[in-house]
């Protein structure tokens, strides 16, 4: 009988993937982007919720894991959309 | 994160017996240790610059990005991602095992975890041949010079993490840890996870991301 952590298990191995499936199908540009970002959302509070265990722990500790798991998709999206803007933002000269 | 901070936070005086964690607001409840999640967040404050950095790069050489990943090799990077979520879900179970006092299983689902996650430098090793003998080195393109930083830094806490699991499957062997303390193999865990935390972003950068 598959378990709760077996189930959690068997999702971060299908959505893993996912994203290869994605990837190796040649899909690129705005859909490759958002659903890496998504992927990387999913997965990491999947991992956080449930192999660390932080849905009952203290929430700062668990509001900081998630920050640093959105913020990272976020920015990816931001370099996409914007990547001129934040090209001459970044330049030194 | 120093070995010293991890290993000082493995056998940490803080930990607490389980009766008097009932004690603490459930919500407050901290997973492990304090000292483990000060190792931890500096982790994630170093790995947040280095992924600025790797975004700054790729706005600044687009098409290198773009092109970078189909010189690397996808199936080692899935075997990677396979094996570190397979070693983080046996802690999750060796864990499970220590909170109804099953020593026995708990310290060879941590033998497991231990096992599975030394595949990562294995598969790392031969990846790493497979891109020298094709021209793939850190001077091939600032793609695979910033791949080479971020990922032989990301292998670097991987082996801090395993020693962290060597020492907590020990002190479980020896009965230190049972269902009324079993901290120490918490904080490694949650030390473990944060290292495919992290890998979770890197795998898509290099090898998924054009």
Request: charged share 15%; with cysteine; net charge neutral.
């Amino acid at each position: 009988m598959i378990g709760h952590a077996e189930r959690i298990w068997l999702i971060l191995i299908g959505l893993t993937l996912v994203g290869i499936f994605f990837a190796e199908t040649g899909h690129a540009g705005w859909l490759l982007t958002m659903t890496v970002a998504t992927l990387i959302i999913v997965k990491s509070n999947f991992v956080i919720d449930y192999y660390m265990d932080m849905r009952s722990a203290n929430k700062r500790i668990r509001n900081i894991l998630r920050f640093f798991t959105i913020i990272i998709p976020v920015l990816v999206i931001l370099v996409h959309a914007w990547g001129d803007e934040i090209r001459q933002l970044t330049s030194v000269f | 994160m120093s070995i010293n901070t991890l290993s000082s936070s493995l056998i940490s005086n803080e930990s607490i017996p389980i009766e008097d964690k009932t004690e603490i607001p459930f919500e407050d409840r901290i997973p492990g240790n304090r000292g483990i999640w000060v190792g931890i967040f500096c982790v994630l404050l170093e790995f947040f610059f280095l992924f600025g950095v790797y975004l700054v790069a790729k706005v600044h050489h687009p098409e290198a990005f773009s092109t970078g990943p189909d010189k690397l090799v996808t199936i080692a990077g899935t075997t990677i991602t396979l094996l570190l979520l397979t070693s983080g879900y046996c802690m999750v179970k060796a864990i499970n095992a220590i909170k109804d006092d099953q020593r026995t299983a708990s310290v060879r689902w941590i033998i497991l975890a231990i096992l599975l996650g030394l595949g990562y430098p294995i598969v790392k090793y031969f990846e790493i041949n497979w891109n020298i003998e094709h021209g793939v080195d850190a001077e091939a393109g600032i793609f695979y010079t910033v791949y080479y930083y971020l990922t032989l830094t990301h292998l670097v806490h991987v082996f801090w993490g395993l020693l962290g699991l060597i020492f907590v499957a020990t002190c479980t062997n020896m009965g230190i840890y049972s269902s009324k303390n079993y901290s120490g193999i918490e904080a490694a865990a949650v030390y473990w996870h944060t290292t495919d935390i992290i890998w979770l972003v890197i795998f898509p950068f290099f090898y998924i991301l054009r």
